[in-house]
Nanobody, 118 residues
Framework: QVQLVESGGGLVRPGGSLRLSCAASGSISSINAMGWYRQAPGKQRELVAAITTGGSAHYADSVKGRFTISRDNAKNTVYLQMNSLKPEDTAVYYC????????????WGQGTQVTVSS
């Protein structure tokens, strides 16, 4: 089993920045990627960014050039640096880990609210 704990959400003005953190614990060897999803009211959950154990990063088109995902393997932690934030980035952001056995994101954090508003 894998446990994920997110932190770093909050309220920020348009154009501002925020950094999210996700600490993983448990059966770390079961994970081959970690990612960030978000879900806004009335919208489907979407994958924002992901990073593999090999360091390959992927981004949704809507955040390319603004968001950066990174990891600290020694701390079993991934980060999402969010710059040039827009009101449409407002959502609950969830950390997720991909299960190497299923290639599905089977492990989830509790979510952290990000609100971009003036």
């Amino acid at each position: 089993q894998v446990q994920l704990v997110e932190s770093g959400g909050g309220l920020v003005r348009p154009g501002g920045s925020l950094r999210l953190s996700c600490a993983a614990s448990g059966s770390i060897s079961s994970i081959n990627a970690m990612g960030w999803y978000r879900q806004a009211p009335g919208k489907q959950r979407e994958l924002v960014a992901a990073i593999t154990t090999g360091g390959s990063a992927h981004y949704a088109d809507s955040v390319k050039g603004r968001f950066t995902i990174s990891r600290d393997n020694a701390k079993n932690t991934v980060y999402l640096q969010m710059n040039s934030l827009k009101p449409e980035d407002t959502a609950v952001y969830y950390c997720a880990a991909r299960n190497i056995a299923t290639y599905s994101y089977d492990y989830w954090g509790q979510g952290t609210q990000v609100t971009v508003s003036s």
